[in-house]
């Protein structure tokens, strides 16, 4: 399959199309409409904690930008399912990203009107 971000990209449009199969079955589907993706930003900003002492500004931008790409997908394809099927599945989506990391500023915007809560400093999900 390639690449880390190979991996994540046809993961997402896999689920996203099973998602999208299901809400086009209505009252009749056997699944909940809810899919969730746990840090799919990951692969572009692993864990190590020199990372990007290790990459030019160049290749964390272009980083950046795959990762606005992505988000973009997703939220644009929740949109398309809600208005061809009147079905409006539930994203649940925790990383480590926020809107700064997105390139456009609609997107941030968007970015901020999707995100329910921020898990940071003193308030942690764990």
Same mark, same amino acid.
């Given at each position: 399959?390639?690449?880390?971000? !190979?991996?994540?990209?046809?993961?997402?449009?896999?689920?996203?199309? +099973? +998602?999208?199969?299901?809400? =086009? &079955?209505?009252? *009749? =589907? @056997?699944? @909940?409409?809810?899919?969730?993706?746990? &840090? @799919?930003?990951?692969?572009?900003?692993?864990?190590?904690? !020199?990372?990007?002492?290790?990459?030019?500004?160049?290749?964390?931008?272009?980083?950046?930008?795959?990762?606005? #790409?992505?988000? #973009?997908?997703?939220?644009? *394809?929740? *949109?398309?399912?809600?208005? *061809?099927?009147?079905? !409006?599945?539930?994203?649940?989506?925790?990383?480590?990203?926020d809107s700064t990391t997105m390139q456009e500023e609609s997107d941030k915007i968007?970015?901020?009107e999707c995100t329910r809560r921020v898990w940071r400093n003193k308030e942690a999900?764990?």
């Amino acid at each position: 399959m390639g690449s880390g971000a !190979n991996w994540v990209s046809c993961h997402i449009a896999l689920f996203l199309s +099973l +998602l999208r199969y299901f809400a =086009s &079955q209505g009252m *009749e =589907s @056997p699944m @909940p409409l809810i899919m969730f993706f746990d &840090q @799919p930003s990951q692969v572009y900003f692993p864990q190590d904690i !020199n990372y990007d002492e290790k990459r030019s500004k160049q290749e964390i931008q272009q980083d950046k930008q795959a990762v606005s #790409k992505m988000y #973009k997908v997703m939220f644009d *394809e929740i *949109e398309k399912i809600h208005k *061809e099927t009147g079905v !409006n599945p539930q994203l649940i989506i925790v990383d480590h990203v926020d809107s700064t990391t997105m390139q456009e500023e609609s997107d941030k915007i968007r970015f901020k009107e999707c995100t329910r809560r921020v898990w940071r400093n003193k308030e942690a999900l764990i």
